[in-house]
C-alpha cells in the first residue's frame, strides 16, 4: 500500500500588496513633490496641480485612500457576517473603522478640523486614536485569536503612521517659510476638487 504524495503548497502570492504598497508611496511622493514645487518654487502644471493634491477631493491620492477604505470596509464586514462570538464583534469594529474613515475622506474631516482649530488638533486627535486604539484592537485580536487581526492592525498603524507623518512633514514645510508656502487656489472651474 502506497500513500500519494502530499499536495504541494500553494505560494502565497502577495503582488498585489506591493503593488498598492508601491501605488500608494508613488502617488503621495509624488503628490508631496508637486505640493513643494507649487509652493516654494514653480507650477509647472497650469492649474491641474489639483490632481496630485494630498487634499483635494477629486486627486488622485485622495481616491486612492478612499477606494482603499471602501474595500477595507467590505471585506471586513463580510468576514463579520460569516464570523460568529468575539470574532463577528471584532471584525464589526474594523468595518466601522472602515466606514468612519471613508466617511471622513469624503467629508474632508481632516480640512474641516484644521479650519476649527489648526493642525495640531487634528495631530493630536490622530495620534491619540492611534495611540489607544490600535493597541486595544490588536490585544483584543490576539486575546480573542482573530485570524488576520495581526495583520490588519498592522496595516491601520502603517496608515496611520504615513498619515500622521506627513501631516507633521507638510507642516514643517509651512512653518520653515509661511509666506511662501500657500497651496495655490485652483481655478474656479476647478473648485469643486478643493476641500
Known sequence: MTLAP?????????TWLWALAGLAL??????FVVRWRCTV?????????WVFDLDAVGGLPRLFTTSLF????????RVA????????LWWSAVTLIGVGLVFAKLVSAHSVLEGWDGAGATLALGSLA???GLPV????GRV?????ARAVVLALAVYALAALGLDVLTGAVAVADPARCRWPRPRSSRSWARR
Open 6 to 14: 502530499p499536495a504541494p503548497a500553494r505560494a502565497r502570492d502577495d
Open 26 to 31: 508613488g502617488l503621495f511622493g509624488l503628490g
Open 41 to 49: 518654487g514653480s507650477c509647472s502644471l497650469g492649474g491641474a496641480e
Open 70 to 77: 471602501v474595500a477595507s470596509a467590505v471585506c471586513a464586514g
Open 81 to 88: 457576517v460569516r464570523s460568529r462570538g468575539t470574532h463577528r
Open 130 to 132: 492611534s495611540v489607544v
Open 137 to 140: 484592537l490588536g490585544v483584543l
Open 144 to 148: 480573542w485569536r482573530v485570524p488576520g
